[in-house]
């Protein structure tokens, strides 16, 4: 070997570069989270205790923001029965039992009043899981879980913004010559419910896409190569989630695959990024 070789050599115990000894360090940090994740199990009986608490926090969180919600239970429900209001003749609805002038309120209430405190029951959820995950696991739950929040919104805004208006605006035009649509408040709470849980789950997808590739369930190649099977599961759900109209179905499934595409794509990210286990 020639002195010029010899000498681009590291000269034995030379000390590691920066880059080596932050890797070194995050490997350490890492394993003893790990460690110490693995080394304070619970007692079954404590966990169904911890479980117990978190869930009356939840509770009491909804039962706490149901009250002011209730307040205002009409003006939401005017605020929801808007989409369909602006097609109805005379711009009106009806109400068809008796006690549903006072059951549909607080029923929409209570509703409101869940869906409003969901980033906090998610948080509870997160605190009772938390601390059984290693420190890669907790790197993408937190993101996970706030995107899981974001899309639920964001799935129940295009229903009312973007799907309520194109439906009730077809079913008005197909109504036969001679008949009035009349809607009962009720089923119509029970129908746009219904939808916010359908498109709210829908929307669900990318997050369960990406779990699956990170728990190594699947693979982005394996699900790619599914794509047929998964467009016509889709178009299913559409169907069975929506009423029995075209424009309704077609609002779910596509949105849904496409949100199955874009769920892919970022799994094929995630693992990229993150380095192989040896």
């Known amino acids: 070997m020639s002195d010029e070789s010899r000498d681009r050599l590291p000269a034995e115990g030379a000390p590691a570069s920066g880059k080596d000894l932050t890797e070194g360090e995050g490997e350490t940090e890492e394993a003893r989270h790990d460690a110490q994740v693995d080394g304070n199990e619970m007692p079954f009986l404590a966990h169904l205790v911890e479980l117990r608490q978190r869930l009356l926090r939840a509770v009491l969180a909804v039962v706490v923001l149901f009250f002011p919600v209730y307040y205002f239970a009409n003006d939401i429900y005017e605020f929801v029965a808007a989409p369909l209001m602006a097609y109805l003749p005379g711009g009106g609805m009806i109400a068809t039992e008796v006690a549903s002038p006072f059951l549909t309120p607080f029923k929409l209430a209570a509703f409101t009043a869940f869906f409003a405190a969901i980033p906090y029951v998610l948080h509870q959820a997160w605190g ?143 693992q990229r990024a993150t380095p192989p286990e040896e």
């Not at 899981?148 to 229903?159: H, K, N, P, R």
């Not at 359908?198 to 394996?222: D, K, R, W, Y």
């Open 128 to 270: 009772f899981v938390s601390p059984g995950l290693y420190l890669r696991e907790k790197k993408f739950a937190l993101p996970l879980l706030v995107s899981s929040i974001l899309l639920f919104y964001l799935g129940m805004s295009f229903a009312y913004f973007a799907v309520f208006p194109l439906v009730f605006q077809f079913f008005a035009g197909v109504t036969p010559e001679g008949v009035t649509m009349m809607t009962d408040i009720n089923r119509y709470l029970d129908f746009v419910l219904k939808m916010f849980f359908a498109f709210g789950i829908a929307f669900e997808v990318p997050v369960a896409t990406f779990l699956l590739v990170l728990s190594g369930l699947t693979t982005p190649e394996a699900m790619a190569r599914k794509r047929p099977y998964i467009i016509v599961v889709c178009f299913i759900v559409g169907m069975l989630l929506t009423p029995p109209d075209v424009i309704s179905q077609l609002l779910l499934a596509l949105p849904t695959w496409v949100l199955f595409e874009a769920g892919i794509i970022l799994a094929r990210f995630a």
